[in-house]
């Protein structure tokens, strides 16, 4: 299933999915990323590839990419755009998700699918504005913006009881 939506003026999110997803699976992240690119001020032409998949597929592209043997929820590759026309389209990179993990972390965290998959969408994009957690300092800066937009569409603190 493939889908292109332009969200605003200057902004597209293409969005591939696997057989697994659904259409209001697939509609939330759209609609996730939408209120997060408006909430980021993320005015400039801006593209964005969404690929939701499976813990297979994911499995394979954190083993080919990041050199880790181990499936994860989620996994983001910013785009290098060192040279590119003013008047061009920025393509931020890549976003793919597993609905494998985001089922698994969401019944052992007692989250809905929903709220978790909107967590994790915000994380992604995130990172590919160029925020990090690797370092306390860091995380807590990317958590914070993740906690702010979580809020603002109705969805409690996930790291609550957490920090």
Known sequence: MEEKLKIKP?????ISASDEWNKDEISLVRKVLNFSIKFMSKNNPTEISIRLTGREEIKELNKMYRDKDSTTN???????????HPDAREILGDIVISRDNVVKEAKDSYKTFENHLSHLVIHGLLHLLGYLHDEEKDALIMENIEVDILERIGISNPYKGIR
């Open 10 to 14: 200057d902004i597209v999110i293409d």
């Open 74 to 84: 989620v996994l983001s590759f910013c785009s290098v755009n060192e040279h590119f």
